[in-house]
């Protein structure tokens, strides 16, 4: 390995560690020592990549983040009908974001408790809401488009939280049919 190439697999253990803690079921906990003790690695290494505590939480947000819309963007690019769309995306954001709800809690949950991403959740809903607003082909009104889709994203994002914070009972199933009946609907507004 080069040290170009160690330094990025100890980041990407670093991160990988900050997922867990910032996603930990009882809430983020997350300070340097704790992330050093998790991905075994000093202080020192930390600091290689992360100028402090706040920049390495906004930079597992932006990881957790990333991969989500890269999830969404891969599970619609291969379908052909608005269905199959909402099914694929619905059941890639439930497989990264339940599936593996460390991450769902850091994309979902932390920006409600974690002072360093206070504004982040807002930062990424352009482009969930842009995803969204691509999917709507039954709506042609383009201001009506968006506001569906910005409405879509809300209901989805709630519900999310929800699920990940157990106030949301419901099995698996009935919770991806839900959210596929949900976007299903939305598209169909534009019919109305």
């Known amino acids: 390995m080069t040290l170009e190439d160690r330094r ?41 990549s992360f100028a402090d505590r706040d920049e390495f939480v906004r930079s597992v947000y ?13 599970a619609v690019a291969s379908t052909h009908t608005a269905r199959a769309r909402a099914e694929a995306a619905v059941e890639a954001f439930v497989e990264l974001m339940v599936d ?52 879509v994203v809300g209901a989805l994002t709630t519900l999310f939280i929800g699920y990940l914070d157990g106030t949301v009972a419901a099995s698996r199933e009935q919770f991806v049919a839900h959210c596929v009946t949900l976007v299903m609907e939305a598209n169909r507004s534009g019919h109305e």
């Open 62 to 74: 932006a990881t957790v983040g990333d991969e989500a819309q890269a999830a969404l963007l891969g």
């Open 100 to 151: 593996n709800p460390e991450r769902g809690r850091v994309l979902l949950l932390a920006p409600l408790s974690e002072p360093a991403l206070s504004r982040r959740g807002m930062d990424l809903m352009p482009g969930f809401v842009a995803l969204v607003h691509d999917q709507l082909s039954a709506v042609d009104d383009e201001v009506e488009k968006q506001l569906v889709a910005i409405g």
């Open 8 to 48: 990025e697999a100890r980041r990407t253990a670093l991160l990988r560690a900050g997922i867990m803690l910032l996603g930990a079921p009882a809430g983020p906990a997350v300070n340097v020592r704790a992330v050093c003790r998790a991905a075994s690695l000093t202080e020192r290494y930390f600091y290689e």
